[in-house]
């Protein structure tokens, strides 16, 4: 994710310094206010990509603070900060249009999951707007790159259950390229014409994912103050592609299969039912079948959304695609940038072939725009691959080094945090670190201050 402009908007100097650190050290761009009445003033719309607010500050409050930004730019996500935070007063800030809410006292990863997730979801939105525009009737399977004999396999049955209007679950590991199935099956089906909508069930809070998909009446509940047609309404027509379809809560879940059984549902405060004609295509990576033993996930709707299931491979299961995936990559960028970086070099290629390649096609697409950021040869060499994955060179010169430096950062972690009585800022400033690392490598070499200062 590139960098993003923050706004904190909290009156307590120390936490707003935390709050930078951490951000800053992700590679953001922040601006923080003790005074919210002036963090309002400065606010304008197109600037600023995330609210960070407290709740409860002088002057006003951390409500105030959220109806007054959303006047100005309705779209931006705003986190809530709260000390004592309440069912009533979360549902309060979600239905005035938070995205979500954090409890003090919280911990850098906490805060950096949550704010990933909504500069992810801002992203999603964002991007579904544009989707059919930039995709309609340009869709075809020579979007989807390989020759493995595991692909092929894949793509035959995809032409097949794209004719057929039934409910698909497509599976894999995260990265390998779920949603581009899902828009391969949309885009080659009767339904093309109409709408393809996409939404991550897992990057939206379940406080407010049941009114995204099914929509509401104006008045059912504090802060709907208008009718809202849902996703389904939107794809009506075309197909609605749920992706982590494993993070749906058990309610929604109920509403979910009861629009499978009928093809109609009911918004949150109607007493009409709306038909809707929507093929539904979901996917995850988690294992479903594991979460219905659980009660996790409920039996009855799994079986409605798996009626044709489509397993996509990890990329090193399909190692023989990794040039040709190597190589598309490399034309868009060169494309985009116009640069003219030939390819791998022989070593680079076959470093790139025999890497595991946790994160899949995503992983490997990031890697090489990294390759081609600072790669001044024709080709990229093995040299600037190994800057960004473990060749099996790298990892074997590095093994030592790394085990070295890691008794040597323990060691003066804990000399560090004696010295100043276990304070992380001061051990931040007397480092000349900023405290987002010092906490990163605390957990990292699982330390704890209690057993430091013993």
């Given at each position: 994710?590139?960098?993003?402009?923050?706004?904190?908007?909290?009156n307590?100097?120390?936490?707003?310094?935390?709050?930078?650190?951490?951000?800053?050290?992700?590679?953001?761009?922040?601006?923080?206010?003790?005074?919210?009445?002036?963090?309002?003033?400065?606010?304008?719309?197109?600037?600023?990509?995330?609210?960070?607010?407290?709740i409860k500050?002088?002057?006003i409050?951390?409500?105030?603070?959220?109806?007054?930004?959303?006047v100005?730019?309705?779209?931006?996500?705003?986190?809530?900060?709260?000390?004592?935070?309440?069912?009533?007063?979360?549902?309060?800030?979600?239905?005035?249009?938070?995205?979500?809410?954090?409890?003090?006292?919280?911990?850098?990863?906490?805060?950096?999951?949550?704010?990933?997730?909504?500069?992810?979801?801002?992203?999603?939105?964002?991007e579904n707007?544009h989707?059919?525009?930039?995709l309609?009737?340009?869709?075809?399977?020579?979007?989807?790159i390989?020759?493995?004999?595991?692909?092929?396999?894949?793509?035959?049955?995809?032409?097949?259950?794209?004719?057929?209007d039934?409910?698909?679950?497509?599976?894999?590991?995260?990265?390998?390229?779920?949603?581009?199935i899902?828009?391969?099956?949309?885009y080659?089906?009767?339904?093309?014409e109409?709408?393809?909508?996409?939404?991550?069930?897992?990057?939206?809070?379940?406080?407010?994912?049941?009114?995204?998909?099914?929509g509401?009446?104006k008045g059912?509940?504090?802060?709907?103050d208008?009718?809202?047609?849902?996703?389904?309404?939107?794809?009506?027509g075309?197909?609605?592609?749920?992706?982590?379809?494993g993070n749906l809560p058990?309610?929604?879940?109920?509403?979910?299969?009861?629009?499978l059984?009928?093809?109609?549902?009911?918004?949150i405060?109607?007493?009409?039912?709306?038909?809707?004609?929507?093929?539904?295509?979901?996917?995850?990576?988690?294992?479903?079948?594991?979460?219905?033993?659980?009660?996790?996930?409920?039996?009855?709707?799994?079986?409605?959304?798996?009626?044709?299931?489509?397993?996509?491979?990890?990329?090193?299961e399909r190692?023989?695609?990794?040039?040709?995936?190597a190589?598309?990559?490399?034309?868009?960028?060169n494309?985009?940038?116009?640069?003219?970086?030939?390819?791998?070099?022989?070593?680079?290629?076959?470093?790139?072939?025999?890497?595991?390649?946790?994160?899949?096609?995503?992983?490997?697409?990031?890697?090489?725009?990294?390759?081609?950021t600072?790669?001044?040869?024709?080709?990229?060499?093995?040299?600037?691959l190994?800057?960004?994955?473990e060749?099996?060179?790298?990892?074997?010169?590095e093994d030592d080094?790394?085990q070295?430096?890691?008794?040597?950062?323990?060691?003066?972690?804990?000399?560090?945090?004696?010295?100043?009585?276990?304070n992380i800022e001061?051990?931040?400033?007397?480092a000349?670190?900023?405290?987002?690392?010092?906490?990163?490598?605390?957990?990292?070499?699982?330390?704890?201050?209690?057993?430091?200062?013993?």
């Amino acid at each position: 994710m590139s960098a993003k402009k923050i706004m904190i908007i909290d009156n307590e100097e120390g936490l707003c310094r935390m709050m930078e650190a951490v951000l800053m050290d992700d590679g953001h761009a922040v601006r923080s206010f003790t005074n919210p009445l002036e963090a309002v003033e400065v606010f304008r719309p197109g600037i600023w990509d995330l609210v960070i607010s407290d709740i409860k500050m002088p002057g006003i409050d951390g409500l105030e603070v959220l109806q007054r930004i959303k006047v100005v730019e309705t779209d931006i996500p705003v986190i809530i900060i709260t000390a004592f935070a309440t069912v009533e007063m979360s549902i309060q800030a979600l239905r005035k249009g938070a995205y979500d809410m954090l409890t003090k006292p919280f911990e850098p990863d906490e805060l950096l999951f949550r704010v990933r997730n909504a500069l992810s979801h801002n992203e999603l939105q964002n991007e579904n707007k544009h989707l059919r525009e930039e995709l309609a009737g340009k869709f075809n399977f020579g979007n989807i790159i390989g020759a493995s004999m595991a692909l092929q396999k894949l793509l035959e049955k995809v032409e097949k259950v794209a004719i057929r209007d039934t409910s698909v679950l497509i599976t894999g590991e995260s990265g390998t390229g779920k949603e581009l199935i899902a828009q391969a099956i949309h885009y080659n089906s009767p339904r093309k014409e109409k709408p393809f909508i996409a939404i991550n069930c897992g990057a939206i809070p379940d406080s407010v994912l049941e009114s995204e998909l099914f929509g509401h009446k104006k008045g059912s509940f504090t802060g709907a103050d208008s009718d809202k047609e849902g996703l389904l309404k939107a794809a009506d027509g075309g197909t609605l592609f749920l992706d982590e379809i494993g993070n749906l809560p058990l309610n929604v879940q109920k509403t979910l299969l009861r629009f499978l059984q009928e093809q109609e549902f009911r918004r949150i405060g109607d007493t009409q039912s709306t038909q809707v004609d929507v093929r539904l295509i979901s996917a995850t990576n988690a294992d479903l079948t594991n979460d219905v033993e659980k009660g996790a996930f409920r039996e009855d709707l799994f079986y409605r959304l798996n009626v044709i299931n489509l397993h996509l491979p990890p990329l090193r299961e399909r190692r023989t695609d990794i040039p040709l995936l190597a190589a598309h990559f490399i034309d868009l960028q060169n494309k985009k940038f116009n640069t003219s970086i030939k390819g791998l070099s022989a070593e680079a290629q076959r470093a790139a072939s025999e890497y595991s390649w946790p994160g899949n096609i995503r992983q490997l697409k990031n890697v090489i725009e990294a390759c081609l950021t600072i790669e001044t040869k024709e080709q990229i060499d093995l040299t600037t691959l190994a800057q960004f994955i473990e060749t099996e060179d790298k990892q074997s010169e590095e093994d030592d080094y790394n085990q070295a430096l890691g008794r040597f950062e323990i060691d003066y972690l804990r000399q560090l945090l004696r010295s100043v009585d276990g304070n992380i800022e001061e051990a931040a400033q007397k480092a000349g670190m900023n405290m987002a690392t010092i906490y990163r490598k605390l957990k990292k070499y699982g330390l704890r201050k209690e057993d430091v200062l013993d």
